[in-house]
């Protein structure tokens, strides 16, 4: 998901492949949450309650514990350190097998 979304935010600011990644990451994370809640009843992970400086987290009430603030704003780096690191390495890499072995 990281790779297809924000492949074509490579050369925007740092900041919105930041914000993007965060998005992505926390709605995927409380999509998860629930899947898991309502197919097999089981709750892996609940931020119900969880405080940013002593004020209650306005994203795990908003997602009703399913995700938080720091776990967007960790999903947030990762996606940049993924699109600005590790793919155009990895691309690299790929591009030194012969076109005729890829396919």
Same mark, same amino acid.
């Given at each position: #998901? =990281?790779?297809?979304? $924000?492949? @074509?935010?490579? @050369?925007?600011?740092?900041?919105?492949?930041?914000?993007?990644? %965060?998005?992505?990451?926390? $709605?995927?994370? %409380? %999509?998860?949450? $629930?899947? =898991?809640?309502?197919?097999?009843? /089981?709750? /892996?992970?609940?931020?119900?309650? =969880?405080? #940013? !400086? &002593?004020?209650?987290?306005?994203? %795990?009430?908003? !997602?009703?514990?399913?995700? /938080?603030?720091?776990?967007?704003? =960790? +999903?947030? &780096?990762?996606?940049?350190?993924?699109?600005? *690191?590790?793919?155009? +390495? #990895? #691309?690299? *890499?790929?591009? *030194?097998?012969? +076109?005729? $072995?890829?396919?």
């Amino acid at each position: #998901l =990281m790779t297809v979304a $924000l492949n @074509r935010f490579y @050369r925007a600011n740092p900041i919105i492949i930041f914000v993007v990644s %965060a998005i992505i990451g926390g $709605l995927f994370e %409380a %999509a998860v949450s $629930l899947f =898991m809640q309502v197919g097999f009843g /089981a709750v /892996a992970w609940d931020y119900t309650g =969880m405080t #940013l !400086f &002593g004020i209650p987290d306005p994203v %795990a009430i908003i !997602f009703q514990g399913r995700t /938080a603030t720091p776990f967007m704003i =960790m +999903w947030g &780096g990762l996606g940049f350190v993924w699109i600005k *690191l590790c793919l155009p +390495w #990895l #691309l690299r *890499l790929i591009n *030194l097998i012969p +076109w005729s $072995l890829r396919y």
